[in-house]
């Protein structure tokens, strides 16, 4: 969820400079705020978003349908209204506009079932994955770390079959992790790998671990976090980055590899629980995983939406951010709205939670044994 931020004077040069599609304003015409917001935000959508193919939007003739609605009596509620219906066929969970610290729009990936369908009933789902694992001989559950949103950053308990449970609920330790300066996210980086760190550190005895990254919306530092149970080096995905100049220009894949880390290695059984609601840099930890020999995924794919946040501006403090990566699996097969695929798929739906069991757990218990 790492952003990156262009300076405004670097998209002015950008609206001054590049091709036809943009209108040709006479010297004497002076361009009102609104339209300068307006060329500010569909430009950097121009340049920088990777998925308008995959998507099926036509980002020039979005221009052409949405441009002429704006003049200098646009207001600045009816511009921010303009900008979301034009990007909501995106489906991308990545594509959010800020006012401050207010959502006025946040994207929806395709794969959000997780959401949907258990977004009312969140303490039931997490209680019945709870007493699933006491039912099977495990701990109370013991949470670690700052309340973000609904719940602690971690929740551990281990079994009498000496079997641990690890649930990681997102990817950074305190919200000015992410919502700060990049000084602050190097900060919440180390905050948040001493504390996994512990918790990996508490398991490292146990045969086998569940790691249980269902939910988890992401943050930074998934390989970081990776790097603790990688038994060696090799290749886990590629990544590359769109380019200025076509909709389907993009830099040269570049090759990421994981490496085990020097200082804490847990080598042994791994199984890692994830659904669609697994995203961002909670995927890349699964992706980082998904090939390492002592690793089992169950569960659903992940939600497929793995990009850094590209961030733009305009006036009156609002902001704007956009997928611009392409994160590719080892065998170049493109992530975006597929997600990180499970070694053992187990459906999760309403039903089960009804009747107190989460099938995914019991999976991975079974698996273990």
């Known amino acids: ?42 430009q950097t959508y121009k ?31 009816e511009l921010q209204a303009t900008l979301i219906q034009m990007v909501k066929p995106l489906e991308d969970g990545h594509i959010t506009l800020v006012k401050g610290d207010e959502f006025l729009y946040k994207g929806t990936s395709k794969r959000h079932s997780y959401k949907t369908e258990f977004r009312e009933v969140q303490d039931a789902y997490w209680q019945t994955a709870y007493q699933t694992l006491q039912a099977a001989g495990f701990e109370n559950v013991r949470a670690v770390g700052l309340v973000v949103g609904r719940y602690q950053l971690l929740y551990l308990s281990k079994s009498a079959r000496n079997v641990g449970y690890i649930r990681l609920t997102r990817c950074f330790a305190e919200l000015s992790g992410v919502m700060g300066t990049e000084r602050q996210e190097k900060e919440d980086h180390q905050r948040l790998l001493a504390l996994f760190d512990d918790a990996v550190r508490e398991m490292s005895s146990c045969t086998a671990i569940i790691l249980d990254v269902r939910g988890n919306g992401g943050g930074h530092s998934g390989p970081a976090m990776a790097s603790r149970f990688a038994s060696r080096r090799h290749l886990t995905h590629l990544v590359a980055e769109r380019q200025p100049g076509g909709y389907e220009r993009f830099s040269a894949p570049t090759p990421v590899y994981l490496a085990p880390n020097p200082q804490l290695h847990y080598d ?43 961030q733009g501006r305009l006036s009156g403090k609002v902001q704007f951010t956009l997928s611009h990566q392409r994160y590719y699996a080892a065998d170049s ?20 939670l009804e009747q107190h069991l989460d099938p995914a757990i019991t999976k991975a218990l079974q698996t273990i044994r």
């Open 47 to 77: 340049d920088h978003y990777a998925f308008f193919r995959l998507h099926n939007v036509d980002w020039d003739k979005a221009y052409a349908t949405y441009r002429p609605t704006i003049t200098a009596r646009t207001t600045a509620a």
């Open 268 to 310: 042994r059984q791994l199984i890692v629980l994830t659904n669609d609601g697994t995203a961002s840099s909670a995927e890349e930890l699964v992706v980082s995983l998904y090939q390492q020999p002592n690793v089992t995924t169950i569960g659903d794919n992940t939600a497929g939406m793995l990009s850094d946040m590209y």
């Open 333 to 352: 097969t493109l992530l975006e709205s597929i997600g990180v695929p499970v070694r053992l798929p187990v459906a999760h739906s309403r039903k089960e």
């Open 1 to 42: 969820m790492r952003t990156t931020i262009p300076t405004l004077w670097l998209l002015l040069i950008v609206l001054l400079t590049t091709g036809s599609t943009l209108p040709v304003h006479n010297a004497s015409q002076r361009v009102s705020q609104p339209e300068k917001d307006f060329e500010v935000f569909w």
